[in-house]
């Protein structure tokens, strides 16, 4: 009935197990009173033996040690917490900091630390009063605590100084664009003080990232707060890296990010097609759309630029659909001119095949652009496929069922197996130009690409391979009985228009076969 629920049934057969084997048992124990209070006790237990040494009773003294609990508790606030803010002290911070570098030692992860400084915070305890600065720091620390992961340490060293420790970073830009976050923060409006005084305060911030500027905590505080120092210099408000290379690529990497945004939103993004070239008969049979950007001022910027910044930022999702409305808009202007069955084929990013209502999504999109459905085909990387596991399959099936055509696109990169293969709802492979770019010279190239044509062939599978560039290559993937390709050496990607031609002839001629290996790649035949 006095149970108070905290211990579990192994605290109470070690306590059993002390009373019989040594005949006493002490420690502290969490007990309720008769008013339902939870309260901690000191107890000590005794067992009491008659003549023959048997156990008649126990007899249990016991102590209320709630007032000690709370004088260690406050202690403890004492030493690890300080007392105007709450926040983690520097002994505190320490301890924690240490804890993440051992974590990330042992799960290869990186760690930023942040000094951050309050801009010209001398001049409200100059101009307001210390009481004043001490309710602007309470005020600060509370606002940046709200924005905080859980796993995040916010510290204040002392005075105006304070330091972040972000854990689980897998890029350098996260802690700038958290930087910048954290600046934002700050300036997001006045902090109203007693006595009706309104102040705006800025921050300079430096950054130190384990395990490239420093080992250990003191190491890691020591360069962040160098790197503070270049943040004042640059003009305060800002941030800075503790290698200038670092702070250059991150402010490329956010600005880049940010034109993206507005790209996105201005519609500077375009689709360019490659031609699939049918490879028995020289037919153009389809094209794979591909994402360029156009910037008014810039240029043309190269897709290996902004498609990995669009992935991590989770820009890809708009981008993705963006481009998958354009092209599947410009196939049906195809088909209404004369080219029915032409079929584009689009790329899905991960995190749009990650989308519970993709399938639905498709559907609305087939419907607003009116193109048959058998001639879009999109393409998965054989990795997203491992990525996502078993619900994988489940969205792919709902994807083949509105009519679409599935392929699997840098195929033999991955690790999938045959038989998780034959159960995918899909109609090719698309051989990944890594494996064709050392045809001829390339022994292995050659037999990978050969094994997987035959592969595809005994699956019933047509097989398109990517990247081809010269006469050689093209005549080895023919003899083989490859039964498409894309490459420059028929057209590099180009916008719609530069199609007509091709478009008009039909296709492109193909030269004679003549291509004879000296060696048969094993098991090609």
């Known amino acids: 009935m006095l149970k108070s629920g905290r211990h579990g049934p192994d605290f109470y057969q070690s306590l059993w197990s002390s009373l019989r084997a040594q005949g006493h048992w002490q420690g502290e124990i969490w007990n309720r009173r008769k008013d339902g209070e939870l309260y901690p006790e000191l107890l000590t237990i005794s067992s009491v033996l008659d003549d023959e040494g048997s156990v008649t009773h126990y007899v249990a003294v016991f102590a ?5 609990k709370r004088s260690e508790e406050q202690l403890t606030q004492l030493a690890h917490y300080d007392q105007l803010t709450g926040l983690p002290n520097r ?11 051992d974590r990330a030692r042992r799960e ?11 801009d010209r915070f001398k001049n409200v305890n100059d101009s307001l009063g210390h009481p004043a600065g001490d309710e602007l720091l309470s005020l600060i620390a509370h606002r940046l605590r709200g924005r905080l992961r859980e796993e995040d340490t916010l510290a204040r060293l002392g005075g105006d100084e304070f330091v972040l420790v972000l854990e689980d970073l897998r890029h350098p830009d996260e802690a700038a664009r958290i930087a910048l976050e954290v600046i934002e923060l700050l300036s997001q409006g006045p902090f109203r003080l007693g006595g009706g005084h309104e102040v705006y305060i800025g921050a300079s911030i430096g950054i130190s990232l384990y395990p490239g500027d420093g080992q250990d905590p003191m190491e890691l505080i020591r360069n962040a707060d160098a790197a503070m120092y270049q943040a004042k210099m640059a003009g305060r408000n800002t941030y800075r890296f503790y290698t200038e290379e670092l702070t250059r690529k991150a402010q490329q990497r956010l600005s880049l990010e940010t034109r993206l945004r507005q790209a996105l939103e201005t519609d500077e993004l375009t689709v360019f097609y490659q031609p699939q070239i049918e490879l028995a008969s020289g037919r153009l049979v389809g094209v794979e759309a591909l994402a360029r950007w156009i910037h008014p001022d810039e240029g043309l910027i190269p897709p290996t630029q902004f498609i990995p910044l669009a992935e991590e930022s989770g820009l890809i999702v708009p981008l993705g659909e963006q481009i998958l409305r354009k092209a599947m808009i410009q196939a049906h202007a195809w088909h209404l001119g004369g080219h029915a069955g032409l079929r584009v084929a689009v790329n899905l990013s991960s995190r ?10 498709l559907l609305a999109l087939l419907k607003e652009t009116g ?6 085909e999109l393409e998965i990387t054989e990795s997203m496929l491992l990525e996502q596991g078993p619900g994988a399959l489940h969205t792919l099936e709902r994807m083949r069922s509105l009519g679409v055509s599935l392929s699997i696109d840098d ?7 045959l038989a998780y293969l034959k159960r995918l709802p899909v109609h090719k492979l698309k ?14 190239d050659m037999e990978i690409a050969a094994t997987i044509i035959a592969m595809a062939r005994n699956l019933r599978l047509e097989v398109l391979a990517e990247g081809v560039e010269t006469k050689a290559q093209l005549a080895y993937l023919r003899s083989r009985g490859c039964d498409l390709a894309q490459g420059y050496y028929f057209s590099p990607p180009v916008p719609a228009e530069q199609l007509g031609p091709m478009l008009a002839a039909g296709g492109v001629p193909l030269p004679a076969m003549e291509y004879t290996p000296s060696r048969c790649p094993a098991g090609a035949e």
Request: with cysteine; net charge negative; proline share 6%.
């Open 64 to 68: 209320d040690i709630s007032q000690l």
């Open 411 to 417: 195929f033999g990169t991955g690790y999938s197996s």
């Open 371 to 376: 193109l048959d459905p058998d001639c879009l």
């Open 91 to 101: 002994l505190l911070l320490q301890s924690r900091l240490e804890h993440s570098l």
């Open 352 to 361: 749009q095949f990650q989308q519970p209502d993709l399938p639905g999504r």
């Open 431 to 444: 051989i990944d130009q890594s494996f064709v770019r050392g045809i001829p010279d390339d022994l292995r």
């Open 108 to 118: 290869q992860r990186k760690v930023a630390v942040m000094f951050l400084d309050l």
